[in-house]
């Protein structure tokens, strides 16, 4: 060997091996074009960085995008109260059904949504059979559409009907609020798409039992912050999507006392405490993801900004939305999620990757916090404690900043990467990272997994084009 | 500079500033002489290598050592009951107070413990005023002595007195029991040292209201296997010395189910749900330390083991147990923890170590695992992430071997460092790193901070020599 060759392998990683096998010194490095090499995108983020300044030359932009930012760091969202839907939401009547993600006909819904659907006309009495379910859907008497169109969200297939409980959360700075459902804990449950009677079952005693008496304690307390209840939980190993063990008991934790005094007399008591303290370690997820909701919407509508203020699935398409591109979406057909599958389940037998949740992300826990929360990398299978730090520090590459209130312990006491900027995810070609459960694309099966997904990176260029269109 | 010049500093670091200053590149290696140069331990070490050897030539002490490893991770620790102190020690009177540490007589205890003798005595009702608790300390009428000689321990000052419940955790690998006190929670408290009419009134609702309770709750759920909790709890930031955050909300989670029916019909049940969920963050260091002393118990009286069965320390002196050598004591006077101090106290008020509670880094957990819990290294004022995982890994060259139960996620999976070998302490200077609490040195004041302290080196030099005398 010459010493003065030296090689320095770009990008794809194809030539590594013949070196290694060699034995010829050779550094990797994980090199992409721009953009993908597309010189239109190029142009674009070029255009934007040049072109969109104001009079002192400064990026309006970069100004938009710290808005953005400042403004979901600055939220403070604050649960009050845990009340039917048809209270919260203005003008739903009880033949008002709403699913996750971006809207999608009934004709063409996934699987387990459509399962989904059937179970929650069942658990609103609007239908007896599963034949009956779907024929009123085809009749086009039941109004459906996107959650996040409701100021609400959900995980999975994400129903929300009349009689279900929502989750209120206010963000006290901003004076917006956001919705979520109760989590149903693991098993048969709706959100994966099962209706049998134990999950209707299961929906009716969380309605009539454990929401009347939650609203009553967080009624007597007069709000929980959420956000405190996520700082300690990054501390205890939770990244709030696939992992909420410690979230669940701090949350429990929070309450307790209120909880207590309002359980005093009621017979049901041991049950309440056992659903919620014990038999459901995903519990604070739905608080997590109106938490997300409540942030995220105060960074809607910001002229000029390029931050994602949500990202969402309904098992057919994934969609997102821009700040500065207000409640348009940008669609695609959902990836299906690298998972670990339950014994006895395939990849074949997979959904594509659905739901809300990926509405945690956006404000950099879940699969952007995998660091903070080593033992979930192995639940989703997503390698050990290198990989989970390596895509916790990726994804400082495409957001904005730390967030100063949620620092994760394990990552040196980092704040977690807020606000996905989708200029930096198509320049540097990486997507954000989501953490999820994975349904069985049959109607009525439910989960059969949980894995790591990504957006599909072509809404990220549909999303950079409308915002050139808009603004260049 | 040539580029023949390598330089290489060892031990010492006096030199390294030169080097630097001058740019002069070089290496630091942190070398020690093995022993701190002391020949005669050099002899000693050598010769237990090479003369305890049985007929194919294998080490006896490994051997012992692997015996000892294998009983301290193979005890299945399972808490059984809650209940008075004289139902659990034989031979206990109402005039047998126990305390934390080696022998130490009255006249020579340090402040705190003076201070917690005289609030047990006014707990038992065998004194009114202090005047009094110190002429009936003085008369030679109470007895007293180590907890660990009574099957027992307690953190800080350690008391165990008549009427106290105590946890009662049997190793059902191995047949053994052991005993600790309910952790008093924080403020002012008995164990370190405060005794006011506060400290006593809060020691009789834990034996009137909150002991009959759990008791009733694990009788009816028949034991708890504490290792179950311990292992989770590693993987959600806590070390379970200075840390119990999750360890605490994980133990309710196991019983709650039981502990809510039990408390259904008791008006006290939402004080006592407040007091274990909400107002005890340290609520679990108590279990883990009869949980460490069921297991370190197992690994007592094996012939030719060098392997530590206790660290305790009264205030006065530290002193430890080593398997091969029985129930003897090396002792030596007590360091200062190198602390945080709240606000107001310096470390000129801080007494010297004190405590059972060194029983939990005798299985790896506590100080051994300050990797698992970053953010306790703030709290005891012990630098970042990188110092907790240095200080775990460390641990590893003076212990026998990881313990397969206990994984730490944030340490890539690794199991706590298990079994700490006075061989090996003496050969590398490294000494066991223990987090504490700090106590006020005068009586009745309470806690002034939280920090790291270690074993004086001079008993694990006490204890080798005496090693050297009995089987050399």
């Not at 024929?135 to 459906?144: D, N, P, Q």
């Not at 739905?286 to 000029?304: E, F, Q, S, T, V």
């Not at 591109?325 to 990849?347: D, I, M, Q, S, V």
């Not at 994760?408 to 990467?417: I, K, R, T």
Request: charged share 20%.
């Amino acid at each position: 060997m010459s010493d003065s060759l030296h090689i320095a392998a770009l990008g794809v990683d194809a030539f590594d091996r013949a070196f290694e096998e060699t034995s010829t010194p050779f550094i990797h490095l994980d090199w992409r074009p721009p953009a993908q090499g597309d010189t239109d995108l190029v142009d674009i983020l070029f255009n934007i960085e040049t072109k969109l300044v104001d009079e002192k030359g400064e990026s309006l932009v970069q100004k938009a995008n710290k808005e953005a930012y400042t403004r979901i760091c600055k939220g403070q969202p604050v649960l009050k109260r845990l009340r039917p839907a048809h209270e919260c939401i203005p003008g739903m009547t009880k033949k008002s059904i709403f699913h996750a993600g971006p809207p999608v006909r009934w004709e063409d819904m996934c699987g387990p949504m459509r399962g989904a659907y059937i179970g929650a006309l069942k658990y609103e009495g609007l239908a007896a059979t599963d034949e009956e379910a779907e024929r009123l859907m085809a009749s086009g008497e039941i109004t459906y559409g996107p959650n996040h169109a409701n100021r609400c969200v959900g995980p999975m297939t994400g129903m929300i009907s009349y009689s279900m409980p929502l989750w209120e959360v206010v963000n006290e700075t901003y004076g917006n609020t956001a919705y979520c459902t109760i989590n149903e804990g693991i098993g048969k449950v709706m959100r994966f798409g099962a209706n049998g009677p134990e999950v209707i079952e299961r929906l009716k005693w969380l309605e009539k039992v454990f929401a009347p008496a939650m609203d009553k304690a967080l009624v007597r307390m007069g709000g929980l912050n959420l956000k405190n209840i996520a700082a300690q939980s990054l501390a205890m190993g939770d990244e709030m999507h696939q992992r909420n063990v410690a979230a669940s008991l701090n949350f429990y934790k929070a309450i307790c006392a209120d909880f207590a005094e309002v359980l005093k007399d009621d017979p049901n008591g041991p049950a309440i405490v056992e659903f919620l303290v014990k038999k459901n370690e995903q519990f604070f997820l739905n608080l997590a993801m109106a938490m997300g909701k409540a942030l995220l919407d105060a960074a809607r509508d910001i002229p000029y900004s390029t931050i994602i203020t949500c990202m969402s699935r309904n098992g057919v398409d994934f969609g997102i939305n821009v700040s500065g591109l207000g409640n348009e979406w940008f669609t695609a057909p959902c990836l299906k999620p690298k998972a670990l599958y339950f014994p006895g389940f395939t990849e074949d037998e997979a959904n594509p990757d659905m739901g809300d949740s990926a509405i945690v992300e956006c404000y950099g826990i879940g699969g952007f916090a995998m660091g903070a929360a080593p033992a979930v990398v192995r639940f989703v299978g997503a390698g050990g404690l290198a990989d989970a730090l390596e895509y916790t520090r990726s994804m400082g590459r495409i957001t904005y900043g730390p967030n100063p209130d949620l620092a994760m312990p394990n990552v040196d006491f980092a704040g977690v990467n807020t606000g996905i900027d989708i200029r930096k995810v198509v320049a540097t070609g990486l997507l954000p990272v989501i953490n999820t459960g994975v349904a069985h694309k049959l109607p009525g099966v439910g989960q059969v997994g949980a894995g790591i997904v990504t957006p599909p990176m072509d809404i990220m260029v549909q999303a950079l084009k409308a915002f050139a269109k808009k603004y260049l």
